[in-house]
């Protein structure tokens, strides 16, 4: 909205300003193109379409704090105009995006050991992985580590009180003849997580140090 009572050599002064902010603006001389616009401005400050297009060079030039200023004074000369609605909300997100990297970047100083990456080694895992679930433990699965490692100690348990009717036991088939069907079961199920435990450390171990790699 133009200042009214403007005179015919104002109009022309204004429009040559804009003209020429937009030639150096596309040129990338912002500073000159900003200096166009406000000397715009001195001459009609309420001009809605000058307001915008300094906020629109201010935020090309990496200026954020002046152009989401200049956009708020074209809101309240220009209440519900859709497009500096939008651009208000743009700048002010790249702001808080600025703000909240700025934070993170401080906190990474004061507290660098929130954001060590420990390296895990694939081949320790595996090593480790020989006692049930520990493997998983390692690389910080603790739910399947714990699960797999209950299961073993179940499996430990129940052996330990059927142990007594192993004795005199001489080959393998009286060895199964001896067996509860309950506990060969659980003993097939047990080596079965415990390989799979071994070999699941090793992976995913070595799964892991790709992504922190990658993320870092």
Not at 73 to 99: D, F, H, N, Q, W
Not at 200 to 213: E, F, G, M, Y
């Amino acid at each position: 909205m133009p200042t009214p009572d403007l005179s015919d050599e104002q109009e022309r002064e204004v429009e040559r300003l804009i003209a020429l902010a937009n030639v150096q603006r596309l040129r990338g001389q912002f500073a000159e193109a900003e200096d166009s616009c406000r000397k715009a401005l001195d001459i009609t400050p309420e001009d809605v379409t000058v307001r915008e297009l300094l906020a629109d060079i201010l935020h090309e030039n990496g200026k954020l704090e002046a152009a989401r200023s200049e956009y708020r004074k074209a809101m309240e000369l220009s209440p519900g105009k859709v497009s500096l609605e939008t651009k208000y909300a743009k700048v002010s997100i790249e702001i808080a995006e600025i703000e909240r990297e700025k934070a993170i970047a401080q906190d990474m100083l004061e507290h660098p050991q929130k954001y060590m990456v420990v390296e895990r080694r694939p081949w320790l895992a595996f090593l480790v992985g020989l006692v049930p679930g520990l493997g998983q433990i390692y690389n910080h699965e603790f739910f399947k580590g714990g699960l797999i490692f209950g299961v073993f100690l179940l499996f430990v348990i129940v052996v330990g009180f059927v142990a007594g009717s192993y004795r005199g036991v001489r080959d393998i088939g009286m060895l199964l003849a001896n067996t509860h069907p309950f506990v060969l079961v659980l003993g097939l199920v047990t080596t079965f997580l415990w390989v799979y435990g071994m070999i699941d450390a090793l992976v995913v171990a070595s799964r892991l140090n790709r992504t922190d790699k990658f993320e870092t």
